[in-house]
């Protein structure tokens, strides 16, 4: 009974390491990745602003702070969802004999959405989206 025990706990530790790895080196890469589309593009007519926001400012850092305070529980929630969504996401698409869209309307809004909490969703000038969304339809 103690070998199944350690084989537990080992599978655990490997879990939550893998977890880690994944959320320090893989989510701030995928978070500039992922939302490329919010990203407006400069035109022309566009002007770049001649003097950026105050950065330093004590609202500023209060913002960031809280950002951090809240991405940490937040994020370990939405690792755990997607993490559940990518088993589960794994198991249907085994039970319907490997069929694709069926795993795929799992994985993409459980593993897709956003990781952190940046500034732009405390002001309210973007949403938070825990679930992700699905793209919109099949290509042609």
């Not at 978070?31 to 003097?51: F, Q």
């Not at 400012?57 to 929630?77: H, I, K, M, N």
């Amino acid at each position: 009974m103690s070998k199944n025990r350690f084989l537990w706990v080992q599978a655990w530790w490997a879990l939550l390491v893998g977890t880690i790895f994944w959320t320090v080196l893989v989510t701030p890469g995928e978070s500039a990745l992922a939302h490329g589309e919010d990203i407006p593009e400069l035109s022309p007519s566009h002007s770049i602003p001649s003097s950026p926001p105050n950065l330093s400012s004590p609202e500023s850092a209060r913002r960031q702070a809280a950002c951090w305070a809240l991405t940490v529980p937040y994020g370990a929630a939405k690792m755990v969802y997607a993490i559940g969504g990518g088993i589960v996401g794994g198991v249907a698409w085994a039970v319907t004999g490997g069929n694709m869209e069926v795993a795929k309307s799992i994985w993409i809004p459980s593993m897709t959405g956003d990781y952190i909490i940046q500034p732009q969703h405390l002001t309210g000038e973007r949403r938070l989206h825990f679930v992700g969304v699905a793209s919109e339809g099949p290509p042609s």
